[in-house]
């Protein structure tokens, strides 16, 4: 590899006790070594400070009063003396070629300025690969450039593990925002691919294991409330129609994830009993994206129900996966337009 950069892993934490080490270990393990790992700490109680020292000067640790894994990952960023960039989340893992093969297509294709790979998804039932449950195979070879990256980040929402990042494209972006608290890896990763161009490597380079067991996560505590979700997608999709530059494609493609966010979030608001709120949104779904699609599934909630509309779309889309506990089947995937606060993690 010519010129082999630094890179700086970053993992954010909260009361991980139990999997950080996993975490740090699969760093540890990686065949390429130019790296420094720094953990940021979002105000655990328990005992990951103790944990991270036992690994002395191989890590630099960070603690900050909790403020949320936007937060976490923004300081572990602006600490960062690497030139890229690589996210972990502290109960993930990383194959141990995870960085090298990132580096190899970097070197290879020095226009990136970020790679994504495929990520296993281990529920403790299933092991599945996250690009084939989003009807993302690439059969075409393992590797892709792909340099306008805005529908890749919407359509496959990569995790944060996967990613390998320029940090100069990380500061152009302006960071996760911290005021999200769902799908602030999506946010972000929407604005990263208005900056440049995206390689993505098609096996699975990281392993995301569903845990269970009630631990929480930097953003467990928001998956709950789906309508967060809807809301999340909506300030995204609206922060990036005011975005300089957009060609005409891309703004049609915004406007129409936009439209999907608010059709679903009204079904929602719809089904809690607000039915006013509910026809509210998913009539001004048809003025975000003016179609005949966003008319017909309007009409089609109007006259089919909830229960007419889930049957279209397990027609279209199939079945597939949504995080789920440990000994219980799969669920259903969100439907295209909106996102799934069970998939995200930190």
């Given at each position: ?9 970053v ?138 990256p ?36 999506r ?16 096996e ?59 059709f ?5 608001v ?45 027609l ?31």
């Amino acid at each position: 590899m010519n010129n082999a950069p630094l890179v700086s892993v970053v993992i954010p934490t909260y009361n991980r006790e139990k999997w950080i080490s996993n975490a740090l270990d699969s760093v540890l393990l990686q065949s390429y070594v130019g790296y420094e790992i720094i953990v940021v700490d979002d105000g655990s109680t328990d005992a990951t400070r103790r944990i991270v020292a036992q690994y002395g000067a191989q890590v630099r640790y960070l603690y900050q009063d909790n403020a949320g894994v936007s937060a976490a990952r923004n300081k572990g960023i602006l600490e960062a003396r690497g030139e890229w960039v690589a996210f972990l989340d502290s109960d993930d893992e990383w194959l141990p070629e995870k960085l090298e093969r990132q580096l190899n297509l970097i070197d290879r294709h020095p226009e990136l300025t970020m790679v994504a790979s495929n990520v296993e998804i281990d529920d403790g039932i299933h092991k599945l690969r996250y690009f084939d449950i989003r009807g993302k195979s690439f059969n075409s070879g393992p590797e892709h450039i792909i340099h306008q990256p805005l529908s890749a980040f919407c359509e496959i929402n990569f995790f944060p593990s996967s990613l390998l990042v320029k940090r100069a494209a990380l500061l152009q972006a302006g960071l996760f925002d911290e005021n999200l608290r769902l799908y602030e890896d999506r946010d972000l990763g929407c604005r990263l691919a208005l900056c440049g161009t995206l390689g993505i490597l098609a096996e699975p380079l990281a392993r995301i294991i569903s845990r269970g067991g009630g631990d929480i996560s930097l953003s467990a505590s928001q998956e709950c409330d789906r309508r967060r979700g809807y809301r999340a997608g909506i300030a995204t999709y609206e922060k990036l129609l005011g975005e300089s530059g957009l060609d005409l494609s891309a703004r049609a493609f915004i406007r129409r994830r936009l439209a999907g966010e608010r059709f679903y979030y009204g079904v929602d608001v719809f089904k809690r009993g607000d039915k006013r709120l509910g026809l509210g949104l998913m009539w001004r779904s048809c003025r975000d994206y003016p179609s005949a699609t966003a008319l017909a599934r309007c009409l089609l909630f109007f006259i089919l129900g909830q229960g007419g509309l889930a049957f279209i779309q397990t027609l279209k889309y199939g079945r597939g996966y949504m995080r789920s506990e440990p000994g219980k089947p799969l669920e259903t995937p969100a439907p295209e337009g909106h996102g799934d606060p069970t998939r995200h993690r930190a």
